[in-house]
């Protein structure tokens, strides 16, 4: 035995995400339906949320960049959440009664799935680009005007449904180790339901936090647009901000594609 | 970029027998797992784990684990299984990678065995929340953790069924949750519940979306 106090074998539990995921376990075991187990269920998602990963600088970028509301907050996460549950869902399934292990490790699902979703971010980006530019040309160079009233039809393109979906599926395609644990844990002792029932509230919490930062984007956006003190600053930064909103998401989504690639050769 | 904590494949058990032998396949999990184990076992350096908690390892990790003593003690010491309430006698036949292929341990044990009790209490000295699935003949399934590392397993299909429908009654060896196609069937039943349940909430609050938006249409100032 190389040392008598054992170092911690998990990696840095940030914000308690793989306590309460442990705890969530636990829980799918116990007798009993609780109603705690569904608060737990929520924390945890939302602490996993909190790490790094998810798209929450995507989510932010996307909104403050293609002029979005409130309801276009809660549209990204709520297809966070429904990604993330039938991933989980599908993956338990098949590790569990189809043997899937054999086929393919999970580490190597895992790249492939960061892969797929690195590259549907660098195509929302890219599209970003060409809708902008798409636009411009067609607005003829017309000037901005201030965002101070509510419907705010005219400079910026509104956020498209699909664009918002594909970045929120990209945010929820990989599974989370926790809310996979409890699923195929509710598969093996017979509490499926309940595992299931886990799993999506957990894919929820994932969602309040993505709505957070949505919203926060958002709030954060129109302060600048109320402060911009001369009409020439605000109409720079609305014709900025869709242009950086587009590159960021075509990085982050470059980024995220290229370390699949390389984990993939290394693997290899 | 380091992942907090890499998205790998759980700790495994698969259990059979041949007449009076109990086999335990046992698979590590994911390759992280298995350094932590070659660090607690002292095959391989401590500077595996970084300060932040993310594990490196290399090549040749998996087979300095998988072809030490340490490692065939460690095991034999984790896993014992008990048939007629006598121990049966454990030992490693093959150990291949750790992750794909596990370590295989039989256990000889005094008589023919329908039913035996098998302990795992393999990582979980490592991590209490380490935990283990475990299959085993007629797709019955159970899992280890710390507080259940004794499941009671059936080598009789005559007596599976018995057992699936028993499992609920208190004893002090649980057995398996339930055979294989009880529980597809159950897991099929369950998560269709909650699918439809789920189905049902969207409907309602759809309507309820499009009754209150009809309701205001008419009366909203412009």
């Known amino acids: 035995m190389s040392s008598s106090p054992r170092s911690t074998p998990l990696a840095l539990d940030l914000f308690g995400a793989s306590a309460l995921g442990d705890r969530l376990v636990d829980l799918v075991q116990s007798p009993g339906f609780t109603l705690a187990a569904f608060v737990i269920a929520f924390l945890a998602g939302a602490a996993h949320a909190v790490g790094p990963g998810h798209g929450k600088s995507l989510a932010a970028a996307y909104l403050v960049g293609s002029d979005g509301k409130v309801r276009d907050a809660a549209w990204l996460g709520l297809s966070v959440a429904a990604m993330h549950t039938l991933s989980v869902l599908v993956i338990g399934v098949l590790w569990t009664f189809f043997s899937l292990s054999d086929l393919v490790r999970l580490e190597q699902l895992t790249t492939a799935l960061q892969l797929v979703g690195g590259l549907l971010v660098v195509g929302v980006g890219l599209w970003l680009f060409r809708r902008h530019l798409r636009h411009r040309g067609s607005a003829g160079g017309h000037g901005h005007h201030g965002h101070g009233h509510g419907h705010g039809h005219g400079h910026t393109p509104p956020p498209s449904r699909p664009g918002l979906v594909l970045l929120g599926m990209s945010g929820g395609l990989t599974p989370s180790p926790s809310a996979f644990l409890v699923l195929i844990t509710g598969l093996f002792t017979g509490r499926s339901g309940f595992a299931l029932a886990l799993v999506i509230v957990f894919g929820l919490g994932l969602a309040s936090v993505l709505f957070a930062v949505g919203l926060l984007a958002l709030s954060g956006r129109n302060v600048v647009v109320r402060a911009a003190e001369s009409r020439a600053v605000l109409a720079a930064a609305t014709r900025v901000a869709p242009v950086l909103a587009a590159a960021s998401i075509t990085v982050i989504g470059g980024t995220v594609t290229t370390l699949a690639v390389r984990s993939m050769v290394g693997a290899a | ?222």
Do not use: K, N
């Not at chain 2, 759980?10 to 086999?23: F, K, L, R, Y």
């Not at chain 2, 298995?34 to 290399?58: F, N, S």
């Not at chain 2, 069924?161 to 499992?167: C, D, F, I, N």
């Open chain 2, 1 to 222: 970029m380091i992942a907090l904590h890499p998205f790998g494949d759980p700790q495994t058990v698969v259990i059979g027998s041949a007449s009076d032998v109990v086999t335990v396949v046992w698979r590590v999990g994911a390759a992280d797992d298995l350094t932590l184990l070659g660090i607690d076992l002292g095959v391989l350096p401590e500077d595996r784990v970084m300060l932040d908690g993310a594990i490196t390892y290399d090549a040749g990790d998996a087979d300095l684990v998988a072809d030490s003593p340490e490692l065939a003690a460690y095991v034999l010491e984790h896993v014992a299984v008990r048939s007629a309430g006598e121990e049966c006698t454990g030992e490693v036949t093959d150990v291949g990678d750790l992750v794909a292929d596990g370590a295989t341990l039989a256990f000889t044990c005094a008589g023919p065995v329908t039913q035996a009790e098998v302990e795992v209490t393999t990582l979980t000295d490592l991590h209490p929340a380490y935990r283990t699935l475990a299959t085993g003949p007629d797709g019955q399934r159970a899992v280890y953790d710390q507080t259940g590392s004794t499941h009671a397993w059936s080598f009789d299909p005559a007596v599976v069924t018995a057992a699936s429908t028993t499992a609920s009654t208190a004893s002090p060896t649980p057995a398996p949750s339930s055979a294989g196609s009880d529980l597809g069937a159950s897991a099929a039943l369950q998560m269709g519940g909650v699918g439809a349940v789920l189905v049902l909430l969207a409907a309602g609050a759809l309507a309820l979306r499009r009754r209150a938006h009809r309701t205001t249409t008419p009366t909203t100032p412009s």
